[in-house]
């Protein structure tokens, strides 16, 4: 079909903004001429570690550094330029920014600079004592620090060169085997210590395949060298274990290129004691574009951006939040917050020196609130009583309205069925699926505190015919995969990695990965009296072994305490946990999940990888709105109302200089193709067109569809979810050329168009082609075409007698455009 060609394929951007832009950038400029000057004010001075810096047994250190935080809060690392002082120097030696004991008993560590100044306990004890030799301790941090044990060296699965050491050292004993007993004499020469190999190869003094890992003259060889001089002993008795690991400074503001900041690292043990493991971590930038670290932990500035430094030490993992900002930008001014998102996000936009976009208008928040609420577009009558209104309150009373629909709890139906991968398959029927998620709709739509649900659906049993949670488990029967799933949904942990052996990027062990898999290990199932059925129960008995050493293993909360069963099942101790208080990452993540839906993107991305390694773009907005969730008892319509009255959700699309690369921190909207469901809805409700979907009578809309594996061909090239895992990363959002081919060469399109009649019916009353045009724009885009956009139409219409097959045009690419194949 030969079709008349028209502009709609943009987002609208309205003239009438650039006057107010430039008052704006007139403001940005004002404002950052005034702050420049104080720029360089220092408000305040820290020492880190900032509690007391602990020095026990002769051998004891404590690293340190001073930090200078100015007005505008950009920090300095001022450690070399600092006046240091101990109030009493008998205790302690001070060298090279390091504490060194010299004499048992407790006094200050007192730093001055700037006109500022700051002091920190130290407390000296067992001077006299000699901390013993561990192999733990001492030696397997070595193979950690010198890159020994990970997946490209010896710590791959079958080793590396006829050698193996457990990835990331979570196999002490076996490590210790191999090393000692595999090879004798070569690996360990205890007669000889410096011709071992473990020596010989790691300073390159005879050939290895993995280089030099460290000088003769470093601590990493003379921790070897001491220990095989000493016999390469084996330790005894029960060895103190890392509990806690921390990074200092935990947050700076580096300002200009080339700045730097030095990070100490600082591990805690289950005997009470603390060590300075600086130099025996493991540090990586998740940035190296905006802030790259070397092994060391020396931090450098390099581009405007957001970094994230992680420091890694036996199994823990921790991170330091580096924002790094260019040597001349100025601060900004933030506008009025609406509510508290709005003061946690200007605040990072502050200190990131970034201005946040204008207000959206009426009409945008109209379409973009009303399609993420209820998954709909306005009508014509919607937009015409809301653009109409002109009460201060009129978007809250909108949010209210619309979140107090159906369509809401059959939205959120939808998109918890995706990652509960409710659908039809062997092991669950149709009727089971279509239960399923009518228990979950009805339980969404009665306002059930989701922390209810969740209690619900863990300790779930009887017939999935008749209590329809147990589907839960009889979608994925694996114990193992469902303690994975289980951990994704909810807390938002991927845990598969530590199947088999420690996560190489998080806290998690293989200890915790099956200490929490032992929850699940006492599911029982069997046939009901319908075929179809399947009755879960608690069978009362069953464990999960370690498939290391055959232990028998616990169960134990992810992150949290071993509890105390006392026989009761399994699932429901786990379900109390993971929805009470103790658990911050239930709350967080399921406030995570709803913020992403509102912004396109989580404030951890994506929303169920939460890890040091990814961590929160805003912490304190996460954990916000986790302890905001948790004191509305989970009615998360409440945080929606939130989140939708915020000016940081009704920000314009349109960036501005400073926000114009910004794609973390929520200073513009973000533009978002529409999910398929919501898009083949909005087509059918424009055009007045229905589908028919399985199960689903005539006019039911796509989000309603029960069965995942229901579909058609129009969802499934729009990347409708097909519910096969719980990754949110199975619903596609990325434009295609499959879908650009469908929208324009396909039948979707045009045979809505006809099978509506819309164009047809309006004729009919008489209404007239310019108002036929108007009604397609604010039914499609919501919005009334701009005046090029009508010209191009009224020109099309004069080369034509007939109207009817330019407004047919006019419909059809309305439907094609960007515009309304987005939400901005």
């Not at 600092?82 to 008998?90: C, V």
């Not at 912490?619 to 969730?629: A, H, N, V």
């Not at 809805?681 to 689903?696: M, N, S």
Request: glycine fraction near 6%; proline fraction near 5%; hydrophobic fraction near 40%.
């Amino acid at each position: 079909m030969n079709r008349v060609r028209f502009p709609f394929s943009r987002f609208p951007q309205r003239a009438t903004r650039s006057a107010g832009m430039a008052t704006l950038a007139g403001l940005i400029a004002f404002w950052g001429v005034i702050a420049a000057s104080h720029a360089a004010e220092i408000v305040r001075l820290e020492i880190f570690p900032s509690d007391a810096l602990r020095l026990e047994t002769k051998d004891d250190r404590q690293s340190f550094v001073v930090v200078a935080v100015a007005a505008d809060g950009v920090t300095q690392d001022v450690t070399a330029q600092a006046n240091l002082r101990l109030e009493n120097p008998a205790l302690a030696r001070l060298e090279n920014a390091t504490l060194y004991p010299q004499a048992d008993g407790e006094t200050r560590l007192i730093a001055e600079y700037g006109g500022q100044s700051a002091g920190v306990a130290v407390v000296v004890k067992d001077v006299e004592k000699e901390r013993p030799l561990s192999f733990r301790l001492d030696v397997m941090p070595v193979f950690m620090r010198a890159g020994c044990n990970t997946g490209v060296c010896h710590g791959a699965a079958r080793g590396k060169d006829g050698f193996r050491l457990s990835l990331f050292g979570f196999d002490p004993e076996g490590d210790y085997e191999r090393l000692i007993h595999e090879v004798p004499f070569r690996r360990v020469n205890l007669a000889v210590p410096e011709d071992s190999l473990i020596l010989q190869k790691a300073i390159g003094a005879v050939p290895h395949t993995g280089g030099k890992r460290f000088e003769k003259d470093s601590e990493l060889y003379r921790t070897l060298y001491r220990w095989l001089e000493l016999g390469a002993p084996r330790d005894s008795g029960s060895v103190p274990s890392v509990e806690k690991v921390e990074v200092f400074p935990p947050q700076s503001v580096l300002q200009g290129e080339n700045v730097t900041q030095r990070l100490v690292v600082r591990a805690h043990y289950s005997d009470g004691t603390d060590r300075d493991v600086t130099h025996l971590a493991v540090f990586l930038s998740n940035n190296d574009y905006a802030a790259p670290v070397d092994e060391n932990g020396l931090v450098k500035a390099a581009h405007r951006g957001e970094a994230f430094i992680l420091a890694r030490f036996d199994t823990k993992v921790v991170g330091s939040q580096v924002l790094v900002l260019p040597a001349d930008a100025p601060m900004v001014a933030t506008d009025e917050p609406a509510n508290y998102i709005d003061e946690l996000v200007n605040e990072k936009l502050r200190k990131l020196r970034i201005q946040p976009s204008g207000l959206c208008s009426d009409a945008e928040f109209l379409r973009r609130v009303t399609l993420d609420i209820i998954g709909q577009l306005p009508t014509e009558d919607d937009y015409a009583r809301f653009l109409a209104d002109t009460q201060p309150d009129k978007r809250a009373r909108l949010v209210d309205e619309l979140l107090q629909r159906k369509e809401f709890a059959e939205l959120w139906a939808m998109k918890w069925a995706e990652v509960l991968m409710v659908r039809s398959d062997v092991n669950v029927s149709y009727k089971s699926a279509y239960l399923y998620s009518q228990w979950l709709t009805e339980k969404i739509a009665s306002g059930e505190p989701f922390d209810e649900i969740v209690r619900e659906l863990l300790a779930s049993e009887g017939g999935t015919f008749t209590n329809p949670a147990t589907n839960f488990y009889q979608v994925e029967t694996d114990t193992l995969k469902t303690a994975e799933n289980v951990a994704q949904v909810f807390m938002g942990r991927r845990i598969q990695c530590a199947q088999c052996h420690n996560h190489p990027f998080d806290r998690w062990t293989m200890d915790d990965y099956y200490s929490f898999a032992a929850f699940f290990a006492q599911i029982g199932r069997k046939g009901g009296e319908d075929e179809r059925e399947t009755i879960v129960f608690n069978r009362g008995s069953g464990e999960v072994r370690h498939p290391v050493d055959n232990r028998v293993m616990a169960p134990k909360f992810l992150g949290g305490p071993q509890p105390q069963i006392n026989g009761e099942d399994r699932r429901k101790v786990l379900a109390e946990w993971l929805t009470s208080p103790d658990c911050q990452d239930f709350a967080c993540n399921v406030a995570n999940r709803i913020w992403a839906h509102f912004f396109g993107m989580g404030i951890v991305d994506p929303v169920d990888d939460v890890r040091m390694s990814n961590p929160p773009s805003n912490p304190q907005l996460y954990e916000t709105l986790g302890k905001k969730l948790i004191e509305y008892k989970y009615d998360f319509k409440r945080l929606v109302r939130d989140i939708c009255l915020s000016k940081t959700y009704q920000r314009s699309a349109i960036p501005n200089e400073s926000n114009r690369e910004d794609t973390r921190n929520f200073s513009h909207a973000h533009v978002r193709r529409l999910q398929a469901e919501i898009l083949l809805d909005c087509i059918c409700q424009v055009t007045e067109a229905p589908e028919k979907f399985r199960g689903l009578p005539l006019g039911a809309r796509a989000i309603q569809i029960a069965d995942g594996s229901t579909t058609n061909y129009f969802l499934t090239t729009f990347g409708r979810s097909p519910r096969d895992t719980v990754c949110a990363c199975d619903v596609r959002t990325d434009p295609t050329l499959s879908q650009a081919l469908h929208l324009i060469t396909g039948n979707t399109i045009e045979n809505k168009i006809r099978q509506g009649g819309l164009i047809d019916r309006w004729l009919n009353e008489k209404v007239s082609p310019e108002d036929i045009v108007k009604r397609l724009f604010i039914r499609t885009l919501t919005r009334e075409p701009t005046e090029q956009e009508m010209q191009a139409v009224r020109e099309a219409l004069k080369e034509q007698a007939d109207p009817k097959p330019v407004l047919h045009d006019v419909f059809w690419a309305l439907l094609n455009s960007r515009e309304f194949s987005f939400n901005h």
